[in-house]
Nanobody, 119 residues
Framework: QVQLVESGGGLVQAGGSLRLSCVASRIIVGSNTMAWYRQAPGKQRELVARITSGANTNYADSVKGRFTISRDNAKNTVYLQMNSLKPEDTAVYTC?????????????WGQGTQVTVSS
């Protein structure tokens, strides 16, 4: 079965940086759309960043210029580099993969990793 395992979350002061990693199993990162989502307490889950199989990327307006999504196909891993972190970035960050199977999109999710940014 598909597995997505995140790591790299933690506590950081405002202005600091973190790099999240998502190691995928039984799905090829370079052949599918990969994304990072986040959800803060009391807030709706939102798309943070996405990278397609063609390496096109898109970002939430709130993180543009600060976050970068990338992948390492040899390691079958997707990353989220987060710079200039703000307290409002505090959330559980979850790795997502979308793969077409039988003409339908299937979503796979990791367990999430907590990012806390202190002021």
């Amino acid at each position: 079965q598909v597995q997505l395992v995140e790591s790299g979350g933690g506590l950081v002061q405002a202005g600091g940086s973190l790099r999240l990693s998502c190691v995928a199993s039984r799905i090829i990162v370079g052949s599918n759309t990969m994304a990072w989502y986040r959800q803060a307490p009391g807030k709706q889950r939102e798309l943070v960043a996405r990278i397609t199989s063609g390496a096109n990327t898109n970002y939430a307006d709130s993180v543009k210029g600060r976050f970068t999504i990338s992948r390492d196909n040899a390691k079958n891993t997707v990353y989220l580099q987060m710079n200039s972190l703000k307290p409002e970035d505090t959330a559980v960050y979850t790795c997502n993969a979308v793969r077409l199977q039988g003409g339908q999109p299937y979503n796979y999710w990791g367990q999430g990793t907590q990012v806390t940014v202190s002021s």
